[in-house]
């Protein structure tokens, strides 16, 4: 701002000057400066030089005279007066100390608390000009100034009723506000801190609103300020006390004492706390606690339907989703809201995880498409996709054949759907869709909207490089899948490429190159092993803060970034996880436990088979490779069958090849039986639902003959209504039926040995899915 040419400020006027104007000077401010003035004058007789050119700086400041300001105030020894003014304190805190005790006389000051009130708030106008001016740091140096003369005059903290009758204390509340936003916009994050921490002691005598305002704004600060701090130095914190270790612990520790004080009545709610709250606590990753601490938040704070919302997207986010689907139930039920439409899409995307609840999650997206109407395209195309999921897993579950097709087809006509309100753009549907045709065998369909989702998402995400190289796979074209392998391997990080590489090694082993496996396996591991130690050693610290902890809309944005209730590439278990890395190191094991079982290498076997029980010894998979002495009683081989075909009754010669890397068929035994009855029933303890060692229960229960035909068909028929499209189960079915000796039994066989090459000659290397 340009100084005014009759400006006071822009004349050199000498204390003796000013004192004998000071009645012209004071008729022309405000009301306010006139008070202060006779303060003065009432208390020492006359101002004295430093007193005359803080009042006429702040004449011009209130004038908006910034430059001409600052020039009066630069003309303020500060460092000469600064002992007078802590001497001054010290004093006059004595005094008021002096009238509770009723002792002796003190000394009287050197300058009274209205005049060092009257320096200090010419400190802070000096602060306020030269910010004003773009000198931030000379600003922040300038305010820090006023702290330190406080902070030394008073070894116990500002007292309650020095500052009653002039404005230190509103000055000091202003300094200690005004401090933190200097170092920021100096760039200086390491001073910020420092800053608000120091602010943020009791000795200051803030107001609760004061103070309430410097935390929130502290852990805004250290929440999106983009760097990590070093944490707070307590030097007088008690051993069991809470001390925050970085960051985001240091600002979920502000947000909750805000949060308490709120419950406490001590300050006015805000919104914005929980908010960025929240956010906190979605990056820190407790969601559990999240949900405990909002069940436990003051009625009226926030109504009972948001509340029923929340708290379900916490629960799912913490993997907790029947409590969440409960949650969700209660708010669609038509005493709350039953047209909630966030509600019914979270409602119908869990269902869709799980086959049992898949109708169930029909019926939530179909009447998230009734409430929708003419609304939000985006939404819509939600809405038809997870019907689509919902419909998906419903066909698994089908009992009859013409109800798993009616819902196949119900699936895809709603992925279509949803993909076209898009116009082919949104990614994740596009991956759905084409998981769909590929679960369905539609190969063609599925590549083609495969290749698709890879032009578009430019190669940037691991599921469609692994789709498309499983749906070539199943077309059997294995060179052009170990291409697209090794073109992933070259866009994808280091620690993301486990999955590509066990792929790859089983796309090898098909192709014969079962050295290059084993040197793909070998590489896999070697990569998992210091993975995992990356990880032990650098494991981030969970957040423990006690107290509670509270979630908000950013919980629903994690949740609903793409419209479909998960962010492409996003999962409960992602790659780059540590348990998804001891998780794929078990199956590397297990891979090359049967490979070396294939070769009759029985000792390399073991070996293998010992590694994977060190990583975990309750796994189904090592169970169905090994009995309870861990002696591999399997071993894996191929057969040629011919049979007559249903419809043209000719002999027709079939190749079965069941890898061991697949669902395994157990057809050879050792002379184990009851030892392999044992490792299979230890394995379906562990996991009912696991394929393989149905199947192979099975197989040993027919060679045994020990057992009722329809206890080993109710193994097979268990087999094959948790995965129709097992190759595995319809052939053994088939030895099955076949074995029974009869004209229809030969029939049924047939039709399953037939269903089972169909299945065998579209069969990816690994499941689509």
């Known amino acids: 701002m340009v100084p005014s040419s009759e400006s006071i400020g822009t004349k050199d006027c000498s204390a003796s000057d000013y004192s004998s104007k000071a009645g012209e000077v ?37 004038k908006g005279n910034i430059e001409a300001a600052l020039h009066v105030f630069e003309g303020i020894d500060i460092a000469a007066a600064t002992p007078k003014m802590k001497i001054a304190l010290a004093l006059a805190n004595r005094k008021g100390e002096r009238h509770k005790r009723r002792s002796q006389n003190l000394s009287s000051p050197p300058m009274s608390v209205h005049a060092i009130s009257l320096l200090l708030e010419a400190i802070f106008l000096k602060a306020k000009c030269l910010q ?23 070894a116990e903290g500002f007292p309650e009723n020095l500052g009653a009758d002039c404005k230190l204390q509103e000055t000091l509340n202003r300094a200690v506000e005004l401090l933190p936003e200097l170092w920021k916009l100096a760039d200086a994050p390491r001073e910020t801190i420092m800053s608000y921490r120091r602010a943020l002691l009791p000795c200051w005598n803030l107001d609760a609103e004061t103070t309430a305002k410097l935390q929130k704004e502290f852990a805004i600060f250290l929440l999106y300020c983009g760097g990590e701090t070093c944490p707070p130095n307590l030097r007088s914190q008690m051993g069991s006390s809470f001390v925050p270790r970085n960051n985001i612990e240091e600002a979920i520790l502000l947000l909750m004492i805000l949060l308490r004080k709120v419950a406490l009545k001590r300050i006015e709610w805000d919104p914005s706390i929980l908010d960025h709250l929240s956010f906190a606590f979605s990056i820190a990753g407790d969601l559990s606690s999240l949900a405990t601490q909002i069940e436990e938040l003051l009625p009226g704070i926030i109504n009972r339907k948001e509340r029923y919302h929340i708290l379900a997207l916490c629960y799912y986010g913490a993997g907790e989703d029947l409590v969440a689907l409960n949650l969700l139930r209660k708010l669609l039920s038509g005493s709350e809201d039953p047209k909630c439409l966030p509600a019914l899409l979270i409602a119908s995307k869990i269902c869709g995880e799980y086959p049992d609840l898949a109708e169930e999650g029909a019926t939530f997206a179909s009447r998230a498409l009734e409430c929708l109407g003419d609304g939000c395209d985006q939404m819509e195309s939600t809405a038809n996709c997870l019907l689509g999921i919902s419909l998906s897993a419903q066909s698994k579950v089908a009992i009859t054949d013409f109800d798993r097709a009616t819902r196949q087809a119900k699936a895809l006509q709603a992925l279509v759907s949803a993909a076209r309100s898009t116009n082919m753009r949104d990614l994740s549907i596009l991956y759905r869709l084409s998981l769909e045709y590929a679960e369905q065998r539609k190969l063609n369909a599925a590549h083609y909207y495969a290749k698709m989702l890879l032009k578009l998402e430019g190669g940037s995400n691991l599921k469609g490089w692994l789709l498309m190289a499983r749906i070539l796979s199943a077309q059997k074209r294995y060179e052009d899948a170990e291409t697209i392998l090794n073109a992933a391997l070259d866009q994808t990080g280091k620690w993301e490429q486990g999955e590509l590489l066990r792929t790859k090694a089983k796309v090898q082993l098909v192709q014969g190159q079962l050295k290059g496996a084993v040197e793909t396996y070998t590489h896999l591991l070697a990569a998992l092993q210091v993975q995992t130690k990356t ?95 861990d002696r591999t009683i399997v071993f894996m081989s191929t057969e040629k069958l011919r049979y007559q075909t249903r419809a043209s009754r000719q002999p027709h010669a079939t190749t079965f090849s069941f890898s061991s890397i697949g669902p395994c068929v157990l057809y050879e035994k050792k002379g184990l039986y009851k030892e392999a009855i044992k490792a299979f029933r230890s394995a379906l303890n562990i996991d009912p639902a696991h394929v393989p060692s149905l199947i192979s229960t099975a197989v040993v229960l027919r060679k045994l003959s020990d057992q009722s035909n329809a206890v080993i068909r109710s193994f097979l028929m268990a087999a094959l209504r948790l995965d129709g499209m097992n190759s595995s189960a319809w052939y053994n079915l088939g030895l099955f039926y076949k074995s029974q000796g009869t004209q229809s039994s030969k029939l049924e066989a047939a039709e399953c040995f037939e269903a089972a090459a169909s299945l065998e000659e579209t069969a990816p290397v690994e499941p689509f899915r």
Do not use: M
């Open 535 to 629: 990880f032990s050693s650098d494991k981030r610290a969970s957040c423990n803060v006690t107290g509670g902890l509270f979630p908000d809309i950013i919980l629903e944005i994690a949740c609903w970034s793409n419209g479909l209730g998960e962010a492409w590439g996003f999962e409960t278990c992602e790659y780059g996880s540590a348990n998804h890395a001891r998780s794929l190191e078990l199956e590397v094991w297990l891979d090359l436990a049967f490979i070396y079982i294939n070769l009759s290498q029985w000792h390399d076997a073991e070996i293998c088979l010992s590694k994977s029980e060190a990583i975990s010894s309750y796994s189904a998979s090592k169970c169905h490779a090994t009995d309870g002495k």
């Open 26 to 62: 004071v008729k022309h401010p405000d009301i306010g400066n006139i008070e202060e003035a006779e303060w003065s004058l009432r208390e020492t007789s006359s101002l004295n030089y430093e007193e005359a050119r803080a009042l006429l700086g702040r004449i011009e400041y209130q």
């Open 132 to 154: 004003g001016l773009g000198r931030f740091k000379e600003a922040a140096q300038s305010c820090k100034v006023i702290l330190d003369i406080v902070e030394s005059s008073f």
